[in-house]
């Protein structure tokens, strides 16, 4: 018997854009190029609505 979820999965699709944001494992949070944490770039947040990244399902076995 196949699993429920494989009749409906779908490939990752890489997005067309790269966001302006990039994880820090240091920091443990999304920066902007210039080095600003970008939760705190208001602008940034108005027009993306939120910043994310996958470090917590990698960093963390209970997610």
Known sequence: MQPFALDYARPAVEPD?????AYDRGLQLNL???GRVA???HALL????TTTS???SKTHFDD
């Not at 854009?17 to 944001?21: A, R």
């Not at 108005?46 to 609505?49: A, F, N, T």
Request: hydrophobic content about 20%.
């Open 39 to 41: 939760a705190r770039d």
């Open 17 to 21: 854009t790269t966001p302006p944001y």
């Open 32 to 34: 902007l190029r210039d």
């Open 54 to 56: 996958t470090a917590g």
């Open 46 to 49: 108005r027009e993306l609505g």
